[in-house]
């Protein structure tokens, strides 16, 4: 059993390398989808690379809440619920429903997010399963907990329409890639992260602790720099790209 105070410390330290990481990540290009490279070592097909990178979080997150004795009030099952649906979305929806052009991704990338996905299931887990004080019911009455929820639906709401318009825009065997236009397209190149890093906000301020912040700062340090690369290469593939059009936030970045 670890004690709150080691946890604490271990929660810290975690989120201090996701700042650390992110000055790194700005710098560097991750090699999957539209940046695919051979320069990364082997790779696997992208779809069983989706599965098996996403699917760590939900095992360990799931094993540590139920396994441990904290006391669990409906609070704790509705953020449980809400981290499932998008996990459920992630790894058995979306990698079905894409239709990539450069289906494979390196093994590195995946090694990489299973260690990430294996941490944020452990601190997460183990806070709701062994540490975490008893949430009361009152807690779903108060505004942390309602903002933080349509937050959530919100981020969620745009994470998948963006994720389902720019997989259609290959719709009647459609090859390569295409500007996406309508709704948010017009302001951001990248939407689709915009929305996950909502989500995730959201989720860290309806469950109001240090593990829900480490998962939204980590989501933070890895998706703006991926909308920063997504925004550049639109740029450097189409010359007639709209020039008005930020990476991630509407009029800012
Ligand atoms: P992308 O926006 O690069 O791609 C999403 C899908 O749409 C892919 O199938 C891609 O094909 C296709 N696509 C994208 N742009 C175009 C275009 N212009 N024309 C045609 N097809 C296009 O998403 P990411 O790979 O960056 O992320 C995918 C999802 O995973 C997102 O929902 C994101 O939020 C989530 N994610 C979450 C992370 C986290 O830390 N929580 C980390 C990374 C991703 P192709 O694969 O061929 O490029």
Known sequence: MISE???????????????????????????????????????????VGWIMMELPVVIVFSWLLFTGDALKSLPVYIFY????????NRIFIFPFKMKS????????????????????????????GYLSPEYSISWLYDPRFIIGMLLFILGMYINITSDNKLINLRKGGKKGY??????????????????EIIEWLGWALMCWCLPSLSFAIWTMANLIPRAVDHHRWYHHRFPDYPKNRKAIIPKVL
Do not use: D, E
């Not at 619920?81 to 459920?88: N, T, V």
């Not at 052009?101 to 260690?115: D, F, T």
């Open 5 to 47: 105070q080691l946890f604490n410390i271990l929660v810290y330290i975690w989120i201090g390398l996701a700042i650390v990481i992110f000055p790194v990540l700005l710098k560097i290009i991750v090699p999957y989808g539209r940046h695919t490279s051979n320069s990364w070592g082997p790779k696997i097909n992208n779809r």
């Open 81 to 88: 619920g809400l981290f499932m649906l998008h996990y459920i």
């Open 101 to 128: 052009k450069a289906n494979q991704m390196p093994w590195i990338i995946i090694l990489l997010a299973i260690c990430f996905n294996l941490l944020n299931g452990f601190f997460n887990g183990y806070w709701f």
């Open 178 to 195: 295409f500007i996406p236009y309508g709704g948010l397209f017009n302001s951001i190149s990248s939407p689709n992260l915009l929305g």
